[in-house]
C-alpha cells in the first residue's frame, strides 16, 4: 500500500508562483517514477507533468512546459512542483500519482 499526501496549494494571483509537495510513504519511493495531474470543474483529469525514478526523465504537458518544473528528492520521498506565472486557467485541484496510486489533492485557484 502507497500512500500520497499533497500540500502547498492555495489562492494566488495570476502571474504568481506556488510550491506543491507529495510526500510519499509505504514502498522505496526511488524506485519509481512519480507524476502530477489535475481536474478543474467539469473537466477531465488531465496529466501535468512526470518524473523518473532517478529524475533524468522528465515530461510535461504542452500547457505547463516552461512555467513549471517536476522534481523529487528521494532522500525525503518527495516530489514536488514548482508553478511560476501560473494563470488563471491553471486553476484546479492538483494530484500526486505513482503507479495506481492517487493522493487526496490539493486545490490551486488563481485569480485573474
Known amino acids: 500500500q502507497v500512500q500520497l499526501v499533497e500540500s502547498g496549494g492555495g489562492l494566488v494571483q495570476a502571474g504568481g508562483s506556488l510550491r506543491l509537495s507529495c510526500l510519499a510513504s509505504?514502498?522505496?519511493?526511488?524506485?519509481?517514477?512519480m507524476g502530477w495531474y489535475r481536474q478543474a470543474p467539469g473537466k477531465e483529469r488531465e496529466f501535468v507533468a512526470s518524473?523518473?525514478?532517478?529524475?533524468?526523465?522528465?515530461l510535461y504537458s504542452d500547457s505547463v512546459q516552461g512555467r513549471f518544473t517536476i522534481s523529487r528528492d528521494n532522500a525525503k520521498n518527495t516530489v514536488f512542483l514548482q508553478m511560476n506565472s501560473l494563470k488563471p486557467e491553471d486553476t484546479a485541484v492538483y494530484y500526486c500519482?505513482?503507479?495506481?496510486?492517487w493522493g487526496q489533492g490539493t486545490q490551486v485557484t488563481v485569480s485573474s
Open positions: 500519482n505513482t503507479d495506481i496510486y
Open positions: 509505504g514502498r522505496t519511493f526511488s524506485s519509481y517514477p
Open positions: 518524473i523518473s525514478r532517478s529524475g533524468g526523465r522528465i
